[in-house]
């Protein structure tokens, strides 16, 4: 069934849609809203670690003689000292896959910058001191810091053994998780191919760079447990992965919701230092400040590097019967997302294009390489930039114009979407995907030919596009067979005076997660969103959320708030029946106000009804939801691109943007058109500048000044439209947004580049440098 061009017709919401100020924005420019690093409490110590300056070693001793002797040391831990029992860091845990790998602190270093030992003083320069008075003796081991050389017979081992839920695995390579995933009749699809192609195509590795680096304060009760104020993108999984770290009950473990200044993925896994500080807390019984400097942040995470062989079968009328991908994910020392990464890198690819026979078959790799987490898309820009560049590389063999050859392929309504992995399977039941595609089309004039491609003298100017998809949240309809966790719930609570609580423990990066509450609340209670207030929680009193990650915090948080908030609007229509003497069934509220719906001038306000329910009902109105979504929708980005290339100097620059997205109802306009902005900027700093660099190991380029960001400056003219499209499984309609956004831009730009010099890109970044010698090749 083809996506409907004509837009949707949606019901005109009261404050969804609307432009309204954020109740956030005066607290954040101010410098009143409080960040953890902001915080500081009684008596409290700062913790700096010890750092290995080799990628792989055993330690054989660690003398602190000479630190302990510094006035202002309490306490110095070692790989000798502590508890030698692995944990999982990885969030969005499994039981039956989570993997164990790492420790509080190991005698084995696994790359350049794996904590060796850790001091808590006084004063951050105290600890500091200390830091450089520790004597390590190593005994160095070979290191391998590719994937080629880690796949190779006779590789050193960076693991001897790890967990895997609850068995011990043995390791006798360097390969922790592999899947295969297989559909449909291989033979009959390759026969009604009339080409077959095949390509290879690498993306580099990547940092997330937030402006905040990570921070934990780590707080000793009186109950022998551990309360934490850090920068996470999960309370709940913070807790999870502390408690194992610690061997202490959940319930001892106490993680408070604080804003983060930016995540993108990066806080979606439990820091090397955060049980190190939690640790250091409990043995000095006084609070612990351990604060990442940007060096140090560089190596808690990143986007991994994936190398990926495709394989295509294509019919003579250039309809795709077959899709095959080999994918490599390079994943540093230690389990970050290996499994999710493996599994998701599946499913975005499986869910590109339609096709009678698919297959995916991935698997990660150790090195003594820094470790990897999560970022914006998690792992859908890595196959996006495979795939959509081989659908221009294949249009073009065929003759096919690269828009119609998608349009012919593209997934429609009732096709299923493997949202974040294999296993989690969502039926489309919207898409504006075909529409954004002809709009975007129509405002860069793809159709001219003379707009595609021009030559300017020693210029070349050119354009490209791609599109792209994410999932809204990790549901899925068949649960029992769903290797994902899924979960959010909210607490609402009416006071005297009207006003609305709403307690969450979903973390907003900024994107503006809070305002779709505060309005979702104001559309079902029918009150003015300055009456509701967003307040963030601690594991001990909100639900269970899994925490903001897979486009997840509007669709999945959006759902429990709206629970919750119908549960407070049918509680507040039975307590003015009560007062008004109506049945519930003839009630309906309205601006404030309960009305009776035979006689408009029977009414009672929302402050008169919770001042009731609190004197003859026992307390007020309050409500708690827990909702697993039972579907992901996908959400859909579309990005076409102009850029000019200087053929004497290789340098790319984007000279305008059209982008269409598919959202669903578009819950907060300006946020959502700042979230494509922000997608665009990520994406251009993969095509043409990002990436992260070693030798022997080591992180060459980890401050701002070295790691090339995309600036404002850097961004040309976007023209941004929105599908009218409708989701009925979302809150009010929404889907999500923040990490389809940037998705495509990446493809978009090598294409456009491909296109300008004739030549495919196949390995990102576009250096200069690179460009010159294709060019000249």
Known sequence: MSARLVPYVVKKFQYIGADLLRADVFPKVTGELKYVNDLSFPFMLYGKILRSPVPHAIIKKVDVTEALKINGVVAIITPFNVPTHRFTRHFTYVPSKEIRDRKILDVKVRFVGDPVAAVAAIEPEIAEEAIEKIHVEY????????????????????????????????????????????????????????????????????????????????IPTAEGGIEVYCTTQSIHGTRYCLAQALRLPLSKVIVHAMPIGGGFGFKYNLGLHEPIAAYLSLITKRPVKIVMTREEDFMNGGRRPVKMDLKIGVSKEGIITAMEMNAILQSGAYDDHIVGAVSCLGGWFLSMYRAKYKRYRGFSVYTNLPVYSAMRGFLNPQQNFAVESFMDEIAEDLGIDPLEFRLKNIPRENDIYYAQGTTVKTKIMSTGLEYILKEGARRIEWYRQ???????????????????????????EEVEIQDKIEGSGAIIKVNEDGSVNVIVGMIDHGGGAYEVYRKIVAETLDISPEKVYVKLGTTDVVPFDTGTHACRGSFAGGLAVYEAAIQVRNMLIREASKILGEREEDLEI????????????????????????????????????????????????????????????????????????????????????????????????????????????RIINSTLADYLVARCEDIPPIDIFFANTFESRGPYGLKGIGESSANPVASAIANAVSRAIGIRIKELPITPEKLLKIIKK
């Open 139 to 218: 005994e160095e081991l070979p290191a391998v810091f590719n994937i080629e050389e880690a796949l190779k017979e006779d590789a050193p081992l960076i693991h001897e053994v790890i967990e895997i839920g609850d068995k011990t695995k043995i390791m006798k390579n360097n390969i922790p998780y592999e899947e295969l995933f297989e559909e449909g009749n291989k033979e009959k699809a390759y026969n009604e191919a009339s080409k077959v192609y095949e390509d290879t195509f690498k993306t580099q590795a990547l940092n997330n760079v937030p402006i905040e680096t990570r921070c934990i304060i780590a």
């Open 450 to 476: 003379e707009k595609r491609k021009k030559i300017l003298g020693k210029k070349v100017r050119a354009v490209g596009f791609a599109y792209g998809h994410h999932a809204s949240g990790t549901g899925g």
């Open 590 to 697: 309205k601006d404030g106000c309960i009305y009776s719906k035979k006689d408009t001038n029977k009414k009672v306000s929302i402050e008169d009804i919770a001042i009731h329910s609190k004197m003859r009902s026992g307390g007020l109105i309050i409500a708690v939801s827990k909702v697993r979504p039972s579907a992901a929708p996908p959400n859909y980005t579309v990005c076409f691109v102009e850029v000019e290339i200087d053929l004497d100097t290789g340098t790319v620059t984007p000279i305008r943007a059209v982008i269409g997205a598919d959202v669903g109802t578009v819950i907060n306009p300006k946020e959502c058109i700042l979230q494509i902005y922000g997608g665009f900027c990520f994406g251009l700093g993969m095509a043409l500048t990002e990436e992260v660099k070693y030798s022997n190991g």
